[in-house]
């Protein structure tokens, strides 16, 4: 997990991330001679399980309104209102530990405290894992508690960022926490090989999407397969939580070394969910340049036009031309911006600015991630550093508060130096709240402020990100509709081709909801429509007349339902796999 910029902000993924690693208690993660091995091997019955919602409220076990189970709209598109991007991503983690053990295996994603009764009560489990982050530990402690009670006879595994959380094991009453990457603890534990290849889990990347006050239709092929190439990322930075799960500085977990076993997971997952995108959820993807370099031959030899939604860091950027990126399908591009005068690594000598317009022209969407509260960061200079920001008019932005967050080299520091605050609740660990730590200049109540102010004039100055994807992937289309590259050709033509009278229609919506409160969003939206006219078809351009009317009403019917207070929550999923009645 990480609260920043190229990778998936766990902290705001409120139920399992990625990372379920887990290991015995006292035990050094990753390692894999642990001795603990369930009695009953590979017969053990296993319910892997998310933490129960609700999630979007308030209440006694962490839930908070101002952190739903919804990652866009949490921390990246939470200023749009009615524009802003919603939809909710499954718990990988325990998706992919139950792809790769042969034991009876049920997965429980989202589900209700009745629910999670119900399964309980009316199956036998021999062991049950709980996966959860760091805001989630009193929903752990809860579950651990009602396990207990319910299937005493049941072995508790918990795993995920939780796991983090120093003396976790005095918090919550489970027989193994596990720290790094889960899959291979589980094959041990269930004496299976922890060394066999991976088998990849069919994900469809998201679920329950809305936007305008509609919820998208969810045909097969529609969204995009997830796929998971790695975890960790070996730059180290020093708030990153995904990172120091899976190893810290140096270090990640390889699921699929070669751009050769990537090729054919990925074209696996072609055939069984019929898509031709993918969301690489790869902490920084492109860091691996012969891995990539390898599947764009394998894309060319077998004409495959697929787009990728990809995080990378800007210098693992830099290693190639926007050719090749153009040609490796590279569609969606998450960056770490963090602050200019940062001293990470991974941004040295990068013109970030430019390289976002650069990717921009070349139809690459690009999302930026701003941090808020750095060391440097003043009340007299953080108002430039996120104008700064939001100068990249990147499609999309994340702001994130400098959250230490257990595990991390950030935490240690600050604890070192007693500047942790000690009544933080974890479920306020999220970084998009308050600090959790003392600042040298920014007060804990300020700090609310300036993000709030930061997602505020992001929207202002650049307009909903749903118009800015558009502008973008226009250009895009201009730039490669006549690409001497098939592939390359195709894919353009396939997302412009499907969106190009959505995208009018919602853009007529956008300029006439924008007239009212800001003539200047409102013009830059009026010349884009007349450039999509131009290039649209007859249909397409016909559409909007129809289209926009029907967008504005349910768009303005969304914000007085936002007004009232609605929520949204994903649903209870249940998945079953090698499974036999008992
Ligand atoms: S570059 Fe790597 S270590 Fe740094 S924040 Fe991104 S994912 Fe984390």
């Given at each position: 997990m990480k609260i920043h910029a190229s990778g998936f902000a766990?902290?705001?993924?409120?139920?399992?991330?990625?990372?379920?690693?887990?290991?015995?208690?006292?035990?050094?993660?990753?390692?894999?001679?642990?001795?603990?091995?369930?009695?009953?091997?590979?017969?053990?019955?296993?319910?892997?399980?998310?933490?129960?919602?609700?999630?979007?409220?308030?209440?006694?076990?962490?839930?908070?309104?101002?952190?739903?189970?919804?990652?866009?709209?949490?921390?990246?598109?939470?200023a749009q209102g009615s524009f802003s991007l919603r939809m909710f991503h499954r718990?990988?983690?325990?998706?992919?530990?139950?792809?790769?053990?042969?034991?009876?295996?049920?997965?429980?994603?989202?589900?209700?405290?009745?629910?999670?009764v119900r399964e309980l009560t009316t199956h036998h489990y021999d062991v049950v894992g709980i996966t959860g982050i760091i805001v989630n530990v009193a929903k752990v402690r809860e579950m651990c508690r009602m396990v207990r009670e319910l299937s005493p006879h049941s072995q508790i595994v918990v795993g995920g960022h939780v796991a983090a959380i120093p003396e976790i094991e005095r918090m919550i009453d489970a027989d193994h926490i596990v720290r790094g990457e889960g899959v291979a603890w589980m094959r041990r534990y269930l004496g299976e090989d922890d060394r066999a290849p991976i088998r990849h889990p069919a994900i469809v990347s998201g679920m329950r999407t809305r936007i305008m006050g509609i919820r998208l239709p969810e045909r097969e092929g529609a969204t995009a397969a997830t796929i998971i190439p790695s975890v960790g990322c070996p730059m180290g930075c020093n708030f990153c939580t995904t990172s120091a799960f899976f190893?810290?500085?140096?270090?990640?977990?390889?699921?699929?070394?070669?751009?050769?076993?990537?090729?054919?997971?990925?074209?696996?997952?072609?055939?069984?969910?019929?898509?031709?995108?993918f969301f690489v959820m790869d902490e920084n993807f492109l860091l691996h340049r012969e891995r990539a370099t390898r599947l764009l031959e394998r894309m060319k030899q077998a004409g495959k036009n697929w787009g990728l939604s990809v995080f990378a860091s800007a210098n693992a950027i830099r290693k190639y031309t926007m050719q090749e990126l153009v040609e490796l399908g590279v569609s969606w591009l998450w960056m770490g911006l963090e602050s200019p005068r940062a001293g990470y690594s991974k941004l040295q000598g990068a013109d970030t600015r430019e390289l976002t317009r650069e990717l921009r022209e070349h139809g690459i969407r690009v999302q930026g991630s701003t941090i808020i509260g750095?060391?440097?960061?003043?009340?007299?200079?953080?108002?430039?550093?996120?104008?700064?920001?939001?100068?990249?008019d990147t499609d999309f932005h994340q702001f994130m508060l400098y959250t230490p967050v257990p595990g991390t080299p950030l935490y240690q520091q600050m604890a070192e130096e007693g500047r942790l605050l000690s009544d933080v609740d974890y479920a306020d660990v999220h970084g998009q709240f308050k600090f959790?730590?003392?600042?040298?200049?920014?007060?804990?109540?300020?700090?609310?402020?300036?993000?709030?102010?930061?997602?505020?004039?992001?929207?202002?100055?650049?307009?909903?990100?749903l118009y800015r994807i558009s502008r973008t992937l226009l250009a895009g289309w201009k730039?490669?509709?006549?690409?001497p590259d098939a592939r390359v050709r195709e894919?353009?033509?396939?997302?412009?081709?499907?969106?190009?009278?959505?995208?009018?229609?919602?853009?007529?919506?956008?300029?006439?909801?924008?007239?009212?409160?800001?003539?200047?969003?409102?013009?830059?939206?009026?010349?884009?429509r007349q450039e999509f006219k131009q290039e649209s078809g007859v249909m397409a351009r016909m559409l909007p007349a129809i289209l926009g009317p029907?967008?504005?009403?349910?768009?303005?019917?969304?914000?007085?339902?936002?007004?009232?207070?609605?929520?949204?929550?994903?649903?209870?999923?249940?998945?079953?796999?090698?499974?036999?009645?008992?």
């Amino acid at each position: 997990m990480k609260i920043h910029a190229s990778g998936f902000a766990s902290s705001s993924i409120p139920t399992s991330s990625l990372e379920s690693g887990i290991i015995p208690k006292n035990n050094l993660h990753g390692r894999s001679d642990n001795s603990e091995r369930h009695p009953k091997g590979t017969q053990a019955r296993v319910l892997l399980s998310s933490v129960f919602g609700p999630y979007a409220q308030d209440d006694e076990f962490g839930s908070r309104s101002i952190n739903p189970m919804e990652l866009y709209h949490n921390q990246v598109t939470r200023a749009q209102g009615s524009f802003s991007l919603r939809m909710f991503h499954r718990s990988w983690g325990i998706m992919l530990i139950q792809s790769n053990i042969s034991a009876p295996c049920a997965v429980l994603d989202f589900p209700t405290r009745d629910r999670f009764v119900r399964e309980l009560t009316t199956h036998h489990y021999d062991v049950v894992g709980i996966t959860g982050i760091i805001v989630n530990v009193a929903k752990v402690r809860e579950m651990c508690r009602m396990v207990r009670e319910l299937s005493p006879h049941s072995q508790i595994v918990v795993g995920g960022h939780v796991a983090a959380i120093p003396e976790i094991e005095r918090m919550i009453d489970a027989d193994h926490i596990v720290r790094g990457e889960g899959v291979a603890w589980m094959r041990r534990y269930l004496g299976e090989d922890d060394r066999a290849p991976i088998r990849h889990p069919a994900i469809v990347s998201g679920m329950r999407t809305r936007i305008m006050g509609i919820r998208l239709p969810e045909r097969e092929g529609a969204t995009a397969a997830t796929i998971i190439p790695s975890v960790g990322c070996p730059m180290g930075c020093n708030f990153c939580t995904t990172s120091a799960f899976f190893g810290g500085k140096g270090k990640f977990v390889n699921f699929f070394e070669t751009g050769d076993e990537l090729f054919d997971v990925m074209s696996q997952m072609e055939d069984r969910l019929k898509v031709s995108s993918f969301f690489v959820m790869d902490e920084n993807f492109l860091l691996h340049r012969e891995r990539a370099t390898r599947l764009l031959e394998r894309m060319k030899q077998a004409g495959k036009n697929w787009g990728l939604s990809v995080f990378a860091s800007a210098n693992a950027i830099r290693k190639y031309t926007m050719q090749e990126l153009v040609e490796l399908g590279v569609s969606w591009l998450w960056m770490g911006l963090e602050s200019p005068r940062a001293g990470y690594s991974k941004l040295q000598g990068a013109d970030t600015r430019e390289l976002t317009r650069e990717l921009r022209e070349h139809g690459i969407r690009v999302q930026g991630s701003t941090i808020i509260g750095l060391e440097h960061h003043t009340p007299d200079n953080i108002v430039a550093e996120i104008e700064h920001a939001v100068s990249h008019d990147t499609d999309f932005h994340q702001f994130m508060l400098y959250t230490p967050v257990p595990g991390t080299p950030l935490y240690q520091q600050m604890a070192e130096e007693g500047r942790l605050l000690s009544d933080v609740d974890y479920a306020d660990v999220h970084g998009q709240f308050k600090f959790n730590f003392k600042h040298a200049a920014i007060s804990r109540e300020d700090s609310k402020r300036f993000l709030d102010w930061a997602f505020w004039r992001d929207y202002q100055l650049n307009g909903p990100s749903l118009y800015r994807i558009s502008r973008t992937l226009l250009a895009g289309w201009k730039r490669y509709k006549d690409s001497p590259d098939a592939r390359v050709r195709e894919r353009f033509a396939r997302e412009m081709g499907k969106l190009s009278g959505v995208y009018s229609s919602a853009l007529w919506a956008m300029e006439y909801q924008f007239k009212k409160v800001d003539r200047g969003v409102s013009e830059k939206i009026v010349a884009l429509r007349q450039e999509f006219k131009q290039e649209s078809g007859v249909m397409a351009r016909m559409l909007p007349a129809i289209l926009g009317p029907v967008l504005l009403w349910t768009t303005q019917r969304e914000e007085r339902r936002l007004a009232r207070g609605k929520t949204y929550e994903p649903p209870t999923i249940l998945e079953r796999s090698n499974w036999v009645e008992a």
